[in-house]
């Protein structure tokens, strides 16, 4: 069992989060968790008041996280092939852990159950996704216009998010990989 408040925050952080990416917003339940941690919901409700709240919290850690390492990946490596190759395992690591998806995503597709804090938090990762491979893509097409970048990214953003989606539910990681080559022969990605 988790000791300080700070442990006890991360680990409920943790065990919605692997609920979220397995079963979707709509799964969490304060009992639950509580019971997983093995605190008592009063607990839970004390590190995060609503159901909005955590979802938002767990959005927010999603973004910030990703976005730092996809920072990483800029500062290591100015080949947008090995930037694409390296952010395309991130969807794929998900579905090799337990067939999880990407946080962010399985969420968007409860768009319509989610508070519209947990929405803004959504809405956030997509852009910090989109903004990201916008610059990728504008070491591979110095030319292009930032609006023909910014297109491009959110095609290969969807596509990628898609291709897990696809992948997940037909229970086969192969489909993924097979549609990520798919989608370099054909030239969206570098």
Known sequence: MAKTKSEMR????????ATVQAHGYNALSFRELAKEVGI???SVHYHFPTKGDLGAALARRYTEDGAAYLAELLATSSD???CMDRYTEIFRSA?????????CG??????DDLP?????????????NVGWITKVLSRARPAASE???QEHAMAIF????????VARGCQDIAIYDRTVRAYRTTGLIP
Not at 10 to 17: C, F, G, P, S, T
Not at 116 to 128: C, G, I, L, S
């Open 95 to 103: 579905l090799a852990n337990n067939n999880r998806m990407c946080l």
């Open 116 to 128: 519209a804090e947990v929405r803004a938090e959504v809405d956030k990762f997509a852009k910090t």
């Open 40 to 42: 008592k919901s009063a």
């Open 10 to 17: 991360e680990a409920v952080l943790a065990a919605a989060r």
């Open 80 to 82: 947008a092939t090995w």
């Open 147 to 149: 609006q023909q970048l």
């Open 106 to 111: 399985i969420m968007s597709a409860e768009l």
């Open 158 to 165: 969807a596509a990628i998010e898609g291709a897990q989606l």
